[in-house]
């Protein structure tokens, strides 16, 4: 178990409807980074928070949005979805938000959209 | 923007065999390079990983070796294991707050 909690394991939905990912990071981490991962792309970067605030921003769709609480938690929203998003979604985390020493990732949620 | 080109895309070694999995990497500002095994259903998990002010570093069956003139840095397993077959990611970080990964080796360690 890596403490990087992802909720949930497995997801199927249909074209046009909306998701959200859930992912607690490692108890004292800071920085939450989420990641694409197609089945042939490898891991496409989307999008990083600090302490609740967006620090960085990779390849991240205009459907797809992210935020992190006061607690910690971030979540991954994806709309309108479409049969190219059907991929694994990683969450990361690391102590802090300016070095990726630490960087540990959870185990993913499995996006199928049909 | 960083890119990291990563080769091969599979390797299928005999047990016992060593395996080699090289990297290139475009920005020279690139300071840290780690490298992640992701088994089947689960996420990427660091193995090693080497900073720009030294040239190898090793642990036990796994060692990592950096070329900063050349831009490249290379993983590589002694002995493999049937254990050791899983995807290996590099990555490459210069400070721009996130990760750049190469796009994985499939190794196979056969019997």
């Known amino acids: 178990d890596s403490g990087v909690t992802q909720t949930p394991k497995h997801l199927i939905t249909a074209t046009g409807q909306r998701v959200t990912l859930r992912c607690s990071p490692r108890s004292g981490d800071l920085s939450v980074y989420w990641y694409q991962q197609s089945l042939d792309q490898g891991l496409q970067f989307l999008i990083q928070?600090?302490?609740?605030?967006?620090?960085a921003k990779g390849n991240i769709l205009e459907r797809f949005s992210a935020q992190q609480f006061p607690d910690l938690h971030s979540e991954l929203n994806l709309s309108s979805l479409e049969l190219g998003d059907s991929a694994l979604y990683f969450c990361?985390?690391?102590?802090?938000?300016?070095?990726?020493?630490?960087?540990?990732f959870g185990s993913g949620t499995r996006l199928t959209v049909v | 923007g960083e890119n990291v080109e990563q080769h091969p895309s599979t390797l299928s070694v005999q047990e016992g065999d060593s395996a080699v999995i090289k990297c290139t990497y475009s920005?020279?500002?690139?300071?840290?390079f780690p490298w992640y095994k992701q088994e089947l259903g689960k996420g990427p998990q660091l193995i090693i990983d080497?900073?720009?002010?030294?040239g190898e570093k090793k642990d036990q069956r796994i060692a990592v070796t950096l070329n900063k003139t050349a831009k490249h840095f290379s993983l590589h397993i002694t002995e493999t294991q049937p254990e050791d077959s899983a995807v290996y990611f590099c990555a490459a970080f210069k400070g721009a707050q996130k990760l750049v990964f190469g796009q994985g080796t499939r190794l196979t360690i056969n019997p």
């Open positions: 928070y600090y302490n609740g605030e967006e620090r």
């Open positions: 990361a985390s690391s102590p802090e938000g300016r070095t990726p020493y630490g960087y540990t």
């Open positions: 920005d020279s500002a690139s300071n840290y």
């Open positions: 080497i900073r720009s002010n030294v």
